[in-house]
């Protein structure tokens, strides 16, 4: 699996965008970009996921670099509610493992 | 989103007692389910794959007689902790394989004391 590279912690205003960078250089051509955050002691949730085209769900939206070794995961009004470690994942679809990396902590303030 | 729920979400247990924890996907058959731990302000660490009817893959450096998982049920996982010990103590979670993603459970929380 690829590794991914996110910077440690972001600070995002309320009510503003949050734009999440990862870096996943070595990613390989099936492998997919996951977003997954996780509220402080509980179990992660699954964002967004995308392999070459940008998505979109009611969560947030995901640009894809056209190299691919990048990619940004937008949330596009941070609420309080928001403020988890967003973790960014290379891997391949149904059945295979996810490899968690460091994650960013965002805080979204007031 | 499915839905996947573990038992128990706590569990104190004694230096040397087996403790066992469930995960069941409560919507949806999982053919393949996932187990994490978690320390402290660390990220998740995958321990095992657990595919339904077979044995698990363990990663590297976990002890498959230590924690052993079974999966017997398309919607059932169980870990036991064997012989715990205060460094076992930590955060389990648990995964369910959907079509495009892991669905993740809430969590135990096991102390060992």
């Known amino acids: 699996d690829a590794k991914t590279t996110q910077p440690p912690s972001m600070d995002c205003a309320e009510g503003r965008a949050a734009n999440l960078p990862c870096n996943h250089s070595?990613?390989?051509?099936?492998?997919?970009v996951y977003w997954y955050r996780q509220i402080h002691s509980q179990g992660p949730q699954y964002i967004i996921h995308?392999?070459?085209n940008n998505e979109t769900n009611e969560m947030a939206s995901l640009i894809i670099t056209e190299d691919r070794k990048s990619s940004t995961l937008i949330l596009p009004h941070a609420t309080l509610r928001d403020t988890a470690v967003y973790y960014c994942?290379?891997?391949?679809?149904?059945?295979?493992?996810?490899?968690f990396g460091a994650g960013t902590i965002l805080r979204v303030k007031s | 989103g499915a839905v996947v729920s573990q038992h128990p979400s706590r569990v104190i247990c004694k230096s040397g007692t087996s403790v066992k924890i469930e995960c069941r996907s409560l919507?949806?058959?999982?053919?393949?389910m996932f187990w994490y731990r978690q320390f402290p302000k660390k990220s998740l660490m995958l321990m095992a794959t657990s595919n339904e009817g077979s044995k698990a893959t363990y990663e590297q450096g976990v002890e498959k007689d230590k924690f052993l998982i079974n999966h017997a049920s398309l919607t059932l996982s169980t870990l036991t902790v064997t012989s715990a010990h205060p460094e076992d103590s930590s955060f389990y979670i648990c995964s369910a394989s959907g079509v495009y993603e892991q669905y993740f459970g809430p969590g135990t929380r096991l102390t060992v004391t």
């Open positions: 994942i290379a891997g391949m679809e149904y059945g295979n493992k996810l490899v």
């Open positions: 919507d949806f058959q999982a053919t393949t």
């Open positions: 070595t990613i390989s051509g099936n492998e997919y």
């Open positions: 995308g392999l070459k």
